[in-house]
């Protein structure tokens, strides 16, 4: 399929469960076409500290935006456009907390309160429903992350190749937080 076929599939992902999981697979198809050429991209923009993040932030926000904002031309051109303004906020951003620290430092913190709590149950409520709509092995590799276990366990457990853990547990990332975003609109 071309690049334009699989977004378009992605696209309607909504409609059911097995679409969703159709677009999953197709989201994997193109994030393993595009991704070792975006960490070239990314690589010569931004610390190698910060490189891996920035890769599945972008790729979080092409899964969040492809329904809606992708024309349907160029996929890498319009993928390198997400990672380009994202670099570009995150340095806008980085200066603005460099700016602004001494003055955040000066408020007082505020504590949780009844309606910070409520506010924290309904979104662990919405993950827990985005959990359930992932695919069994993105969902239990997610719940194994959150609790603790490292990707060297979850390997081994499991039997998959660490290049392939980290990979899932982007697009399972990258989906619950789309979801998540969805749901809490």
Known sequence: MTDRELAEAISRR????ELW????????????RHSRLLLAFLSSRV????????????????????PTH???????????????????QLGRKKK??????????????????????????ERMEV??????RLEDNLAELVRARLRGESYEDICTNSEIPPARAHKLFHTAK????????????
């Open 127 to 132: 993950l827990q429903r985005c959990l359930e």
């Open 14 to 17: 909504d409609d059911s469960t």
């Open 174 to 185: 990258t989906q619950l937080t789309a979801c998540v975003e969805r749901a809490l609109q």
């Open 70 to 88: 992708f024309d349907g031309q160029n996929f890498r051109a319009w993928l390198y456009q997400i990672a380009r303004n994202y670099v570009i």
């Open 21 to 32: 999981q159709q677009a999953q697979r197709h989201f994997e198809q193109l994030y393993t």
């Open 47 to 66: 610390n190698r500290s910060d490189l891996e993040d920035i890769h599945q932030a972008v790729w979080s926000r092409v899964w969040q935006y492809l």
């Open 96 to 121: 603005s907390d460099l700016l602004g620290a001494e003055e955040e430092q000066a408020l007082p913190s505020r504590a949780d309160g009844p309606d910070d709590r409520l506010v924290e149950r």
